[in-house]
């Protein structure tokens, strides 16, 4: 097992390593991202929309927000990326996908879990993380115990639904 990594061993998990992201993984979460956000995101969007995120989810821009100390993890299956969460602004989601073909395996909440343990060990008064959640994503947050915080908003052509997690006071510490 890779140093960082987690091997979460549970009966639909066994085969799955959670670690923090490093460069050599960001050309694969970049693929693993834009091809979720096409097949299920992008329908929602306008085509600015869908030029705003990609002007985000790139190789340049994501190896700078990793150098920049963005919390950034991914799940992996052997060498295959199968989720990637980013958290920036020490609580706020700003990117969380994980491969259609793995979801409902509960790696959205292993990595859910993961990501704001490291956050809270950062930075120790975190009470809640935010999201703006993609419409398709809002009952999938519901269910990682998110509750909206606001009606459905749309900036720069992405639609999407704030929302926001209380964080329990022992988790992280």
Do not use: W
Not at 27 to 53: H, T
Not at 142 to 163: D, E, H, V, W
């Amino acid at each position: 097992m890779n140093r960082g990594s987690e091997n979460l061993n549970t009966h639909h998990l066994d085969t799955i390593d959670i670690e923090e992201m490093t460069e050599k993984h960001v050309a694969r979460a970049v693929k693993l991202v834009l091809s979720v956000f096409d097949s299920l995101v992008a329908p929602d969007c306008s085509a600015e929309g869908i030029d705003e995120f990609r002007s985000f989810v790139n190789v340049p821009s994501m190896k700078a927000r990793l150098r920049d100390g963005n919390i950034m993890l991914v799940a992996r299956e052997g060498r295959k990326l199968v989720g990637v969460i980013e958290i920036r602004s020490k609580n706020h989601i700003s990117l969380f996908f994980v491969a259609p073909s793995h979801q409902r395996r509960g790696i959205a909440r292993a990595l859910f879990q993961r990501a704001v343990a490291l956050s809270r060990s950062r930075h120790k008064h975190i009470t809640q993380i935010t999201v703006n959640a993609a419409l398709k994503a809002v009952v999938a947050y519901k269910a990682l115990g998110f509750t909206p915080i606001s009606g459905i908003m749309n900036q720069n052509g992405i639609t999407y639904r704030p929302m926001a997690h209380t964080i329990p006071p022992h988790l992280g510490r």
